[in-house]
DNA sequence: TCAGGAAATTGCGCGTTCCGCAAATTTGCC
DNA sequence: GGCAAATTTGCGGAACGCGCAATTTCCTGA
């Protein structure tokens, strides 16, 4: 095929593939059994590879798990890229925000979201994943810092202000998450993502009562 | 078991000891020789404690290298109650975390905050310890989500408030901090530190001209 | 179409980590 | 001084993480 080009390749798909497989079989393993019940080898074995192979992925349980947010939470920059640039700031980040996360979570399509949501409250239940999580929310933060940097046309290097924005918006969409988790009648999250969102740009307005 | 008074207790000081010894001894050693060069057991020589008991203070290496992180951060929320409540919210949030990273030099050890200063460096630079550190970020977080909503009069299991303004503060500072020690020709933490915190207080206003 | 070769998978082996368990030691208290 | 509780320590084993090299897979160019 002539092409070279910035086609994905059909190898890479693969990769992808069994990247993604690992990841889920990760998940579903340690949501149904407890972390410390499952195994590297079992992982493995639910996707099909042998055990050798997850460490040429991942270099712990926990990343594996934690790989699947990493790549929804990347989404979120790339998808602010994507909004007119006449769009305010922070109505853009809600909208990309809710776009990647919020998107059938609640309705209809149930059963994948409902895994994803198994997989975050794992990752905050269980101690030695957390910081994975954080870490894998550090990253994305990195991209969407580098996403507000371009469109608002300050410098991601010297000027705190793109950071500061996209750390602030983590911050919230965790908080927003953590609320949606422990609804004990179980709510949207979409309008918590909203909220919290809204009062940032908003200043963080202190209540005048609760 | 007699009178459980607010005693610090005779013994549980000893454990505080070695448990600071510990994080110290782990932060000295992988600071100089990266950390896949530095096995537990030279931590546990190096504290002059057996290697077993290493992990009865600390179930890896790297949460005793974030352990010192941890208490410092856990102080800007008991600094913040000590705040007399007539102070705005912000000021006092920027008055307890000043004040918490000015004390490095009195309160820790001896060596005062070039030891932190290479801790915290070290933390970034890793990515096996930046989860570690971001959790214990995360810890602190939630204590000075409580203190938050103590001062404001508000729930911090129903409202967002509180958990807004606490996670907004700690990505404020990790901002700052990661300028601080980005400046290739240094600069002192605490205006970096006003600026950021300052500029959430403000409600993020998007600069003029970078 | 097919051979060459790069890329990925797999098996093996080793050093390290982390933790349960029980003996030994230390510490607090009467 | 001596008992009881807490802490330290050594031992042992399961699991991990990764380097290395052989093997398999499959892309690519002639």
Redesign the pocket.
């Known amino acids: 095929?002539s092409g070279?080009d910035g086609r994905p390749?059909?190898?890479?798909r693969?990769?992808q593939e069994?990247r993604i497989a690992l990841s889920w079989a990760a998940i579903r393993l340690v949501v149904e059994r407890g972390l410390e019940n499952?195994?590297?080898?079992d992982i493995?074995a639910e996707a099909?590879?042998?055990?050798?192979?997850f460490?040429?992925?991942f270099?712990?349980?926990?990343e594996a798990i934690a790989a699947r947010h990493l790549e929804r939470t990347r989404m979120i920059a790339q998808e602010l890229r994507r909004r007119p640039a006449s769009e305010p700031l922070w109505e853009a980040i809600t909208s990309a925000v809710i776009t990647q996360l919020a998107m059938g979570a609640d309705y209809d399509d149930r059963r994948p979201d409902q895994q994803w949501q198994a997989g975050i409250r794992l990752m905050i239940s269980e101690p030695s994943l957390q910081g994975e999580m954080l870490r894998a929310s550090a990253i994305a933060e990195n991209e969407l810092a580098a996403a507000i940097a371009e469109r608002t046309g300050t410098d991601v290097d010297h000027d705190l202000y793109p950071r500061l924005v996209a750390g602030a918006a983590g911050a919230a969409i965790r908080v927003a998450m953590d609320q949606w988790l422990r609804a004990s009648p179980p709510v949207p999250v979409r309008p918590l993502i909203e909220d919290a969102l809204g009062r940032l740009a908003a200043g963080l307005p202190e209540p005048r009562s609760s």
């Open positions: 095929m070279d390749g059909l190898r890479e693969k990769k069994t499952v195994r590297v080898e493995a099909g590879v042998a055990p050798r192979t460490n040429n992925y270099s712990s349980k926990g």
